[in-house]
């Protein structure tokens, strides 16, 4: 595609307003919090949801997102296109996540830098990759294929990592770049797994921003992180997503909207679920940091509209 975005293909008709996303904080949407969201009068930016949890036909799970996506901006986070895997894209399940796309106009729509598969194999897990010309081409070749059937641009998110490949002859905000580069697609910068990646390899994460496109970002995620021990005893982060932001993540958080300005940031909590005004309580902090850095410069060309 020549490092250019395909053009937006909107749909012939809406079937849901364009609501605007930009500058909103936002969390994950869990269906035994949609009767506390209806009921709740105050606005509450955005809601995430998962692809995958939402490829059957309808049923329950459909109900409840028309209802969410009737008065909020949605995005939709894919986590199994195995963007990073040696092989071609599964087809069927691409073709899905177009639906999805068309079905509920969703003001973001991103997926990892990572893979999952192998042969038949699916892994629950999201897995690092190489960083090589070799698989630049390849992801590029993958974002590619995503952007031209879904018809507008894809955001790209960086990885929680916890091994590095011995192979690899870049760094990872310079692989990042240059998948821009080729493929004009934007980022999801997730901040928790800065600072995961950043703790368990020992450099910095305030250098690894510093070194990261943040020009590109259109949406931030926030998350909880568990802190375990590796095989020597030494302290491991895990990306979680089971608890509160880290007091760490929210200061490098900070820092990035100082620098860019309000940027679309979602929470993520997809593990020991709680209850919905704690999960509301991290969205207003993070919305109040938003709001404090509103007039400031922004410098993000991919934030959305």
């Keep these: 595609m020549n490092g250019l975005a395909p053009a937006h293909r909107a749909p012939e008709t809406f079937r849901f307003p364009a609501y605007p996303v930009a500058g909103l904080a936002g969390t994950s949407f869990k269906h035994e919090h949609l009767g506390a969201i209806l009921s709740d009068t105050v606005d509450r930016g955005f809601f995430e949801v998962h692809a995958e ?22 995005s939709l986070h894919g986590v199994c296109m195995s963007i990073g895997g040696p ?45 090589t010309p070799a698989t630049v081409s390849r992801v590029a070749d993958h974002i590619d294929e995503v952007q031209e059937t879904i018809g507008r641009q894809l955001l790209l998110e960086n990885p929680s990592t916890y091994v590095l490949f011995p192979e690899s002859t870049m760094s990872e905000t310079a692989f990042i770049r240059e998948l821009v580069r080729r493929t004009g697609c934007g980022l999801l910068l997730d901040i928790n797994n800065v600072f995961v990646s950043a703790n368990n390899h020992g450099y910095s994460a305030l250098s690894y921003l510093a070194d990261f496109p943040l020009e590109h970002v ?24 089971d608890g509160p932001v880290a007091d760490a993540v929210w200061k490098l958080f900070d820092v990035v909207i100082g620098r860019c300005g309000p940027i679309p940031t979602l929470v993520e909590w997809d593990s020991a679920i709680p209850e919905w005004p704690v999960l509301e309580a991290e969205a207003v902090a993070a919305q109040a940091i938003l709001d404090r850095h509103a007039g400031g410069t922004m410098l993000g060309k991919a934030h959305a509209g």
């Design 53 to 74: 949890n939402y490829m059957g036909a309808g049923g329950p799970p459909h109900d409840a997102l028309t209802r969410i996506r009737r008065d909020h901006p949605v």
């Design 218 to 241: 259109g949406e931030i995620h926030l998350a909880g992180h568990a802190e375990q021990e590796d095989d020597e005893g030494d302290l491991l982060l895990i990306d979680s997503h």
């Design 87 to 131: 092989q071609p894209l599964d087809r069927a399940h691409l073709q899905r996540f177009k639906e999805l796309v068309d079905r509920y106009e969703p003001a973001l729509v991103s997926e990892h830098l990572a893979w999952s598969t192998h042969d038949t194999t699916y892994f629950n897990d999201l897995l690092p990759l190489p960083y």
